[in-house]
């Protein structure tokens, strides 16, 4: 970026790591949902808790970077795995999202709530970032720090999906029965593949929490959920780099347009009705359609 | 804490409204669900634009002193024709799509009536002043509420009884309930199950106008106001049981009180309560507390 002046560009490098990390976010809730088939309404607590457990530690102990950016993954595992214990024998889409939702709302209160440990609705401020990858002066470092990570994430989710395990994982979204019948133990992988979704979703968390120093209980609402499902769906949930396409349009759309008008969320709904009527399978679906032409038309017509 | 009864016939009264609002609304997401099989995420903004409309209708007519009760009955005639026309235009589109699309689209209205309302009515808030008829106040075991708050109640009730009514006399009412059972079957006989569909949904945000009239001089209006009660409508839908309208009535009744007297011990978190309880009622008894297993 040599040619905009120095505050632009670091203000375009913000939103770049922004957007990587709501990529990392955003592919690892899509292997519940793209290719696990299972519509979580909760994932906020995964990102959230990971995000807290690493602002957490940084604030209240002396304990290493490297520890507390690694607590995010366990505790976001260990929260995915009370969670799916319960919700991956679930059938039902709307019962399934009401499930997740309703655990992510408690830990949303509890956070809330808990105002000597999590600091309540004061949120975390001035979590200590080494100076190696702070952000205070440039974003330069960090930016390096999350491209990496993120890489080396969606490297781990792309082998993950093309394994045997993800071929089973696709095999039980298209037809539990049969996957049944296979000696598949349906339930099983659910709770696997959601627990690989939480401990993705809490490094990003960790990342998230990184880049922005600061924390509010507002990243557990049911919205931050919300948002992650908008982007799996805007960018294509049936494609790999679909989210993260999703991820890109929104993070751009809110910063963009927000500055020029009040109205945004005017735009994303219309985009999004569009999206449904006309191009079900997102904004990757449309580009896969154009460039190869083999893009399974009407796959989505499943229910 | 001293617990008086006053104090418990307060809070009694207040839950009994809360869940009269509720009743209102969520019969009409059951219903919808029940016959058409969609989530109507929406559903919280049709109420939404219901409590505005009545704000700017009651502040029209105030000279008369019935601009409440003017808008007590254009609003949600007003608004179930709006959702007429989602349904025409929009829902009819996606109804053999998977749910997804179906919660993506009524998602994405949500955010299309909320800057709907801030283009309209601006993001300040809004206050509709009580209908001057129903300004006292009534004392109830030695507690003093609004006469509003009995009104609400009483307007519950009403709605309850005519709702029963029109499902099991009317014809209509007879092929809702027939479609909500076998969908294919109802279009079999010969009947327009489109026009149903519209018509259901006519009646459900029908339902949402009304509730957003009725609790408009209640609260301060603000943006959100649509996504604050939605999720809480979606946990009544499920505990009373999907597509159950009665089971609706007494979940929202169960939850009404949960929620006025959870506030005694959790204040402003005692939605705690109901999502612990959702959360137990899909574990342990996913058809809800007076319903047949949907899928």
């Known amino acids: ?303 | 804490m001293d617990i008086e009864l006053s104090m418990l016939a307060g809070q009694f009264v207040s839950g009994l409204c809360r869940g009269m609002i509720l009743f209102l609304m969520a019969s009409g997401l059951t219903l919808v669900f029940g016959v058409m099989r969609v989530i109507n995420f929406a559903h919280g903004s049709f109420y939404m634009m219901a409590a505005y409309l009545a704000y700017s209708l009651t502040n029209l007519f105030m000279a008369s002193g019935y601009g409440f009760w003017i808008a007590l009955i254009v609003v949600p005639l007003a608004i179930g024709a709006l959702g007429g026309i989602v349904e025409y235009v929009l829902l009819r589109r996606i109804y053999h799509k998977e749910h997804l699309l179906q919660i993506l689209l009524t998602y994405a209205l949500i955010f299309i009536f909320n800057d709907s309302v801030k283009l309209i009515w601006g993001a300040d808030m809004r206050i509709v002043r009580m209908p001057p008829q129903l300004s006292g106040s009534i004392t109830f075991l030695g507690h003093t509420s609004p006469a509003y708050y009995f009104f609400i109640i009483g307007a519950g009730l009403v709605v309850a009884v005519a709702l029963w009514l029109f499902l099991k006399t009317t014809k209509v009412g007879k092929l809702m309930r027939a479609a909500a059972e076998q969908g294919d079957m109802v279009g079999l006989l010969g009947y327009n199950v489109g026009a149903l569909f519209t018509l259901v949904f006519m009646v459900a945000t029908g339902l949402a106008g009304l509730a957003g009239v009725v609790i408009a001089p209640t609260i301060r209006l603000a943006l959100g106001m649509d996504i604050l009660i939605i999720i809480e409508c979606f946990l009544v839908v499920l505990i009373g049981g999907l597509g159950n309208v009665w089971g609706a009535l007494f979940a929202a009744l169960i939850t009404g009180q949960t929620y006025a007297f959870g506030i005694l011990v959790l204040e402003k978190y005692a939605m705690a309560f109901l999502f612990a309880l959702a959360a137990l009622i899909i574990i342990f008894r996913p058809s809800g507390l007076m319903g047949k297993p949907v899928q």
Not at chain 1, 56 to 78: E, Y
Not at chain 1, 275 to 289: H, N, R
């Open chain 1, 1 to 303: 970026m040599p040619f905009l002046a120095e505050s632009v560009s670091q203000y375009y490098l913000y939103l770049i790591i922004k957007i990587l990390v709501w990529t990392l976010f955003a592919m690892s809730f899509n292997l519940v949902l793209g290719y696990g088939g299972m519509m979580s309404f909760g994932h906020a607590a995964f990102f959230g808790s990971g995000a807290y457990a690493c602002g957490l530690l940084l604030v209240k102990t002396s304990c290493p970077t490297v520890l507390a950016f690694l607590a995010a993954p366990l505790v976001a595992s260990v929260i995915g795995v009370l969670v799916g214990y319960f919700s991956v024998k679930i059938r039902g889409t709307f019962y399934f999202a009401t499930l997740t939702l309703s655990f992510s709302q408690l830990l949303y209160i509890l956070v809330y709530k808990w105002r000597s440990f999590t600091y309540g609705d004061d949120g975390i401020q001035g979590i200590p970032v080494p100076e190696l990858i702070s952000t205070l002066q440039s974003y330069v470092n960090y930016y390096f720090f999350a491209l990496a990570v993120t890489l080396v994430c969606i490297y781990v989710l792309w082998r993950i999906t093309k394994s045997p395990f993800g071929l089973i994982l696709r095999t039980m979204r298209e037809n539990t029965e049969r996957a049944n019948f296979i000696g598949v133990n349906v339930n099983n992988y659910r709770l696997v593949a959601f627990v690989i979704s939480a401990f993705f979703s809490g490094i990003a968390g960790a990342l998230f929490t990184f880049l922005e120093t600061s924390l509010s209980p507002e990243i557990l609402f049911w919205s931050s959920s919300g948002e992650v499902i908008l982007m799996g769906l805007l960018g294509g949930m049936h494609i790999f780099f679909g989210p993260a396409l999703g991820a890109a349009i929104m993070v751009l759309l809110n910063s963009f347009l927000t500055s020029y008008t009040e109205y945004w969320g005017m735009f994303l709904g219309v985009t999004l009705v569009l999206i449904v009527l006309f191009f079900p399978e997102g904004v990757g679906g449309l580009i896969k359609d154009k460039l190869g032409g083999y893009a399974r038309k009407g796959s989505v017509n499943r229910d």
